[in-house]
């Protein structure tokens, strides 16, 4: 088995809000090696994949406890430049909880209207619908003259929709916050990656079974003190 792990490893960063009374502003970084393209690791031999994958994230960001699924196989002959097939892999975590390793760092990363966000660059791309026999296959272009570059903004995009389907439904968002979070740092992260507004109690109401109170408040932001939580796995929930 001859292929190579594309790791999408995005991570939260929180920005002081100028309004010191309001929620810092959650942003998306993504992890980039020294050539500003996402790191990957090559698999030569048949092997515990996962395994590996958690390896190589202990090498980049000295943690190997990131929220990781693999996402997607990459088969455009484009982009089988290497000759070896491609697996994108996401990973998710907070920046409180990674030391990034000198050969690595981060970078903003954001999908926009017809736009990816890769550090200070914009990247637009279109998303065309081809004919295969009786049914579309769809395929997102991107405007990029470097195919390297070009194969992690689309490997980084493919996470990214992934991500945006997958909150909704498990709990992957809460191991995008710190381990002590408020419920409006849920909402506000949620609807940045949603690009949707939401209606505060009934979002309460769904993430409660994964929040579990502690004694520690916050008092530096908002109007009163808000009651600090932290993740609670739910052991009946289970999916694929």
């Known amino acids: ?10 991570v939260t960063v929180e920005s002081e809000n100028d309004n010191k009374r309001k929620n810092d502003v959650p942003e998306l970084y993504v992890v980039v090696d020294k050539k500003n393209v996402l790191p990957i690791t090559s698999i030569l031999e048949v092997c515990d994949m996962k395994k590996k994958v958690r ?3 202990k090498e980049i960001l000295d943690e190997s406890e990131a929220h990781t699924e693999q996402v997607y196989t990459l088969a455009e002959k484009r982009y089988g430049f290497d000759g070896i097939a491609s697996v994108i892999y996401l990973s998710v975590i907070h920046s409180t909880n990674i030391h990034l390793k000198e050969n690595y760092s981060l ?3 954001d999908i926009l209207e017809s736009c990816i966000k890769w550090g200070e660059r914009k990247f637009l791309y279109r998303t065309v619908k081809h004919p295969i026999g009786n049914h579309f296959e769809y395929i997102h272009e991107i405007d990029c003259k470097n195919i390297v570059l070009e194969k992690s903004l689309l490997c980084s995009l493919i996470a ?7 909150i909704d439904y498990t709990d992957t968002i809460f191991h995008l ?3 002590l979070f408020t419920l409006e740092q849920v909402r506000i992260l949620y609807e940045k990656i949603k690009c949707v507004t939401v209606d505060k109690s009934n979002f309460r109401k769904r993430i409660l079974k994964y929040c579990e109170e502690t004694d520690e408040i916050m008092n530096s932001k908002g109007y009163r003190p808000a009651k600090y939580y932290k993740f609670k796995v739910r052991e009946d929930d289970v999916w694929i």
């Open 177 to 179: 916050l710190p381990n």
């Open 1 to 10: 088995m001859k292929l190579n792990v594309y790791h999408c490893i995005l």
């Open 55 to 57: 390896e190589a994230l």
């Open 160 to 166: 990214y929709k992934y991500l945006k389907n997958r």
């Open 107 to 109: 970078i903003p990363f």
